[in-house]
């Protein structure tokens, strides 16, 4: 399978506690981005890189959010002290320069 | 701020008829657009892109695109029950990362 892989498919985590996301590109793509969606909403801009450089954050996007691309191949996000607010599918997606993004099936966390 | 507006439906069709989806945005220096499909508790996968003024035709799907007007739409012909889902209108400068609607609910009906 060469499309975008996350890992895991679903987190619970109890309020507090920290998680970490994987996201693997396709392979020949330099760009990756993070996206959160919520029920019923569109997906939210969280972060992108361009190769190992992490271009733009979202406004929105609160301290408790750090990602990272070593080397510029695959990416985590880790989310610390989560909330029950951080409740979400988290999506990651990969493309070559600004053409089509290609998304992952998605991390869907459940804060309790 | 930009925007990407979308209606949020339910849009129900019957069987065999041409669905109509709509997208409006508010950044005029946008130059690609994209159309993703979203079945219930699935993730997005990309179904049309567009990039100039027209239309572009893939299969059962239409986009149309109108930059003056900054109207962006995606005709499905031959309605199937398959197509039930939520359409995500994206939208992006080529600067900057794609920017979402909240996706139009389309029911076809049997």
């Known amino acids: 399978d060469t499309g975008v892989s996350q890992d895991p498919r679903h987190k619970i985590t109890k309020r507090g506690q920290n998680v970490t996301f994987r996201c693997d590109p396709i392979s020949e793509h330099n760009r990756l981005y993070w996206y959160r969606q919520t029920l019923g909403q569109g997906p939210e801009f969280l972060t992108y890189?361009?190769?190992?450089?992490?271009?733009?954050k979202s406004r929105l996007l609160s301290d408790r959010f750090s990602a990272e691309r070593p080397k510029g191949s695959f990416s985590t996000l880790e989310i610390q002290r989560t909330e029950q607010g951080d409740s979400a599918m988290y999506l990651c997606a990969s493309s070559f320069q600004p053409t089509e993004a290609f998304f992952g099936q998605g991390t869907r966390l459940t804060v309790v | 701020q930009k925007e990407v507006e979308q209606n949020s439906g339910p849009l129900s069709v019957p069987e065999g008829a041409i669905a109509s989806l709509n997208c409006t945005y508010s950044d005029r220096v946008s130059q690609s657009f994209f159309w993703y499909r979203q079945y219930s508790g699935k993730s997005p996968e990309l179904i049309m892109s567009?990039?100039?003024?027209g239309d572009k035709e893939d299969g059962r799907f239409t986009a149309q695109l109108n930059k003056a007007s900054q109207y962006v739409s995606l005709l499905i012909r031959d309605s199937q029950p398959s197509d039930s889902a939520t359409y995500l209108c994206a939208v992006t400068t080529g600067n900057t990362p794609l920017v979402f609607g909240k996706g139009t609910r389309l029911s076809v009906i049997a």
């Open positions: 890189f361009q190769n190992e450089a992490q271009l733009e």
């Open positions: 567009i990039y100039s003024n």
